[in-house]
């Protein structure tokens, strides 16, 4: 079992920037990748971020590509999301999932473990 927490979420003006990062631990091998999806008021979740390391790989949702970054600190099982340029419609409560499925994962089916969530509110 693989438990996910995140942190970093918080409250910043439009423009501004936040930092995301989730801590993997309990039965840590997580083969393939993670992702950060998001899910706003009256929305469904929705894909944001992945990273994969068999073979290691990125990807972004259009709607975030170029103000968004993921990264991994395999040493110290945590997935970080760099959010930059902060808008608006990016206010969501954000999630950290990990996929045991190889290849690019942008569903939410295909995440079998996910973090409890932490809120991102950015003000106009």
């Known amino acids: 079992q693989v438990q996910l927490v995140e942190s970093g979420g918080g409250l910043v003006q439009a423009g501004g920037s936040l930092r995301l990062s989730c801590e993997a631990s309990g039965s840590t091998t997580i083969s393939y990748g993670m992702g950060w999806f998001r899910q706003g008021p009256g929305k469904e979740r929705e894909f944001v971020a992945r990273i994969s390391w068999r073979p290691s790989s990125t990807d972004y949702a259009d709607s975030v590509k170029g103000r968004f970054t993921i990264s991994r600190d395999s040493g110290k099982n945590t997935v970080a999301l760099q959010m930059n340029s902060l808008k608006p419609e990016d206010t969501a409560v954000y999630y950290c999932?990990?996929?045991?499925?190889?290849?690019?994962?942008?569903?939410?089916?295909?995440?079998?473990?996910w973090g409890q969530g932490t809120q991102v509110t950015v003000s106009s």
């Open positions: 999932a990990a996929t045991r499925l190889p290849g690019t994962r942008t569903t939410v089916s295909e995440y079998v473990y």
